[in-house]
């Protein structure tokens, strides 16, 4: 599936966001600094089910739009990846145990009605690091998000 001018098409290429989302996710649950991180334009699926916050993924688009994460840590970093038979699987593994837990959430979440007659939602991603006891060390700024939606957010 690619996303093309607000729908849906089939095309070389689509569902390489998914790599790349799992990549932003697994990144902002370390010490690792995303450089560069692009959100979809569009926001495609409702809520139902949904596990991690809106907003939480990373687009990537050859040649102009990428995904780019730093190590400014000491310590070496290795990313692994996997397809299964049903899943895409992955993790950073690091030479020392990392002595930080990292909780992503959304705050400022709004859904706006268009003047043209459809939605646009919007929300601002943070992370709370917390130590070896659970005790809050610092909450930070991750990004803005702002998306069209591909559906109508009201219930009939």
């Known amino acids: 599936m690619v996303?093309?001018?607000g729908g849906f098409e089939p095309g070389t290429g689509g569902g390489l966001c998914q790599l790349s989302n799992l990549i932003y996710w697994m990144t902002l649950h370390t010490p690792l600094t995303v450089v560069e991180r692009h959100r979809h334009s569009y926001d495609v699926f409702p809520d139902v089910n949904r596990r991690q916050p809106f907003g939480s993924g990373a687009t990537c688009h050859y040649n102009y739009l990428d995904l780019m994460i730093r190590n400014d840590t000491a310590q070496p970093f290795q990313l692994f990846v996997r397809v299964t038979a049903d899943h895409l699987e992955g993790c950073w593994a690091g030479a020392v145990e990392n002595k930080y837990k990292y909780e992503i959430y959304e705050g400022e979440h709004r859904i706006e009605q268009e003047?043209?007659?459809?939605?646009?939602r919007h929300n601002v991603l943070r992370r709370r690091i917390l130590d070896g006891e659970g005790r809050l060390v610092e909450d930070q700024y991750i990004t803005e998000n702002h998306s069209l939606m591909m559906y109508n957010p009201l219930l009939e």
């Open 3 to 5: 996303l093309k001018n």
């Open 115 to 120: 003047l043209w007659g459809g939605y646009s």
